[in-house]
């Protein structure tokens, strides 16, 4: 039974929760960014390129039973390929995802240390008006 409570101590703790919230949406933003290169990045840079599909550079490696147009087609036919198309693709969508992270923690460690500078220039609270009077009173015990 100890087990189940230190597990579930471990499974509700803050940071664990943040952590998988984090990964869910990570997991989320990745499909976005993935879907930005790949519809909206790639077909101008493909144009540009010859109005290939970028995701279509590959090398054959086998022998192949007719002419290939496509890694989809390659695929079908069971052709061993080297996907550097669909291999750019992802170095553009790691970079694109690293960016962001890195914008965001930039933004995250820009409001933090304006936090601390705002705390460290605030003056210090004034005292509770029942501070205020037991500190009178304490005084004017002293003096008698």
């Known amino acids: ?14 940071n664990v929760v943040d952590m998988a919230v984090g990964i869910i949406i990570g997991a989320a933003f990745g499909k976005i960014v993935s879907s930005m290169v790949n519809d909206v990045l790639m077909p101008p840079i493909g144009r540009v390129l010859g109005g290939v599909d970028f995701k279509d550079y590959f090398v054959v490696l086998g022998p192949t039973p007719e002419p290939l ?13 080297l996907n550097y198309g669909v ?6 969508n790691f970079t694109i995802v690293a960016f962001a992270v890195f914008l965001l923690i930039k933004a995250i460690n820009t409001a933090r240390r304006i936090a601390e500078r705002d705390k460290a220039a605030a003056p210090p609270p004034a005292p ?6 037991l500190t009178q009173i304490r005084d004017a015990l002293r003096t008698r």
């Not at 039974?1 to 803050?14: D, H, N, W």
């Not at 147009?69 to 390929?81: N, Y």
């Not at 509770?128 to 009077?133: Q, R």
């Open 69 to 81: 147009q496509s890694l989809a087609r390659a695929k079908e036919l069971g052709v061993p390929t």
């Open 128 to 133: 509770k008006e029942e501070v205020v009077l």
């Open 1 to 14: 039974m100890g087990i189940f409570k230190e597990f579930r101590e471990f499974a509700i703790r803050g």
């Open 87 to 92: 291999f750019i693709n992802e170095v553009i």
